[in-house]
Structure formats: structure tokens, C-alpha cells
């Protein structure tokens, strides 16, 4: 079975520009997170989704940071503009039953 | 709100010892337990987790966990490690019904195994 498939792996970007980054959750999963890992907070929920509603979106830091979730197997969060505090690997998460599967991550660069 | 704590930032081993990770959490009710762990450049795989029943939870790669209700722990364990286990240990708490889906992790525990 195909996992959470993230992309892209690796992104480096100037400050300033739009960060677009995607995620595919498991087939038949019905809710999907956004997490962010620093060496600072570690892993930071930022926004999770249940049956593609956004259900808890308090931990997106700014309005700079969007997530959408068009249909059951695609969602994309957003950063315009991307500053270098932004810097960070960008989880995509789903789950069906409480166990969350993990993508692999996007590791994004922002100079 | 509930919490996690991992009072140990890096642990070091050696090959063949046995391994206890500690994990305290803070939540008014039986939550749902979780331990996953992180290869560099992986995402995060799921050990084992604990929702209800057998306190004692078994999981993959020969690791286990115990819940203790009294202590408000669920600390990991392996009677032996192999080189291949030195990762980054998380542990999770989810919060039923419905909520366990939706979860908080600890600060994390660095592994590195001496062979």
C-alpha cells in the first residue's frame, strides 16, 4: 500500500517568494495534519482537517500560512511569503483510526 | 490540555543492553498512548500505542511499553538493542473519543547506540 506521499522532498526558496508544499494521505483515510519539526519546538501541529473540513487551525503561526484540502486525497499548505523563520520539515499526516501515518516530510529552505 | 513530557533529551547505550525511554503525560482521563520513532531524513513510524485493555503493549522491532495509570506513565523498552536502533523516540498522546486522532507529541528522546 502507497503511504503518505509528500512533495516536495526538499524546497529552497528566497524570502519572500510563495511556498507551496502537497501532500496525498492514505486512501480511505478521513482526517489529514499539518505538522512542522524545528529543533527548537519540535513537532508543532499547525492544522488538521476530518472529512476535508478544517477542524482546528489554531496552530498555523500567521496569516502568512494557508492549508486547503480540495477533495479526499489532496491537500497543500501555503506560505506567502516565506520568511527564514519558516525554515523547517513540514509533516503531512492521516488517519483513520487514531494512529496517525506520516509522510516523509518536506524540508523546506528559506535563504 | 493535555501533555508530554521526555525528561531525557539524549540517551547513549550499548549494543546488547537493555533500554527504558521515560514518557510522562499530563491528561484528566485514560488517553490514547503512542510511541513512535524517527530515522534522520525518515518521517515518523509508529512503534506501538496503547488505546484500552492489557496495560503491557507490544510492538514492532521487539520494543514494548507499560502503561501506569498511578505514575502517569508509558515508558518504552527493549531487553536488547541493536546498532539499527539508534533514533529519535517520540512519544504521543491522543485524547478519546474522536481526539485521538488529534495528537501531542514530546520534545523527543536522541538514542545513540555504542557498539
Known amino acids: 500500500d502507497a503511504g503518505v506521499i509528500q512533495s516536495p522532498r526538499h524546497e529552497v526558496t528566497e524570502m519572500g517568494q510563495e511556498v507551496t508544499l502537497r501532500c496525498k494521505p492514505i486512501?480511505?483515510?478521513?482526517?489529514l495534519f499539518w505538522y512542522r519539526q524545528t529543533m527548537m519546538r519540535g513537532l508543532e501541529l499547525l492544522i488538521y482537517?476530518?472529512?476535508?473540513?478544517?477542524?482546528?487551525d489554531s496552530g498555523m503561526p500567521e496569516d502568512r500560512f494557508s492549508a486547503k484540502m480540495p477533495n479526499a486525497s489532496f491537500s497543500t499548505l501555503k506560505i506567502q511569503p516565506s520568511e527564514p523563520r519558516d525554515s523547517a520539515v513540514y509533516f503531512c499526516?492521516?488517519?483513520?483510526?487514531?494512529?496517525?501515518?506520516f509522510g516523509e516530510g518536506s524540508r523546506l529552505t528559506v535563504l | 490540555a493535555q501533555s508530554v513530557t521526555q525528561p531525557d533529551i539524549h540517551i547513549t547505550v550499548s549494543e546488547g543492553a537493555s533500554l527504558e525511554l521515560r514518557c510522562n503525560y499530563s491528561?484528566?482521563?485514560?488517553?490514547?498512548l503512542f510511541w513512535y520513532v524517527q530515522s534522520p531524513g525518515q518521517g515518523l513510524q509508529l512503534l506501538l500505542k496503547?488505546?484500552?485493555?492489557?496495560?503491557l503493549v507490544q510492538g514492532i522491532k521487539g520494543f514494548e511499553a507499560e502503561f501506569k495509570r498511578s505514575q502517569s506513565s508509558f515508558n518504552l523498552r527493549k531487553p536488547s538493542v541493536h546498532w539499527s536502533d539508534a533514533a529519535e523516540y517520540f512519544c504521543?498522546?491522543?485524547?478519546?473519543?474522536?481526539?485521538?486522532?488529534?495528537?501531542?507529541f514530546g520534545t523527543g528522546t536522541q538514542l545513540k547506540v555504542e557498539l
Open positions: 499526516a492521516s488517519s483513520v483510526t487514531g494512529e496517525l501515518f
Open positions: 486512501s480511505g483515510h478521513d482526517y
Open positions: 482537517f476530518n472529512n476535508n473540513v478544517p477542524i482546528d
Open positions: 491528561y484528566g482521563a485514560t488517553p490514547y
Open positions: 496503547y488505546f484500552s485493555g492489557d496495560t
Open positions: 504521543a498522546v491522543g485524547t478519546p473519543p474522536g481526539g485521538g486522532n488529534k495528537l501531542t
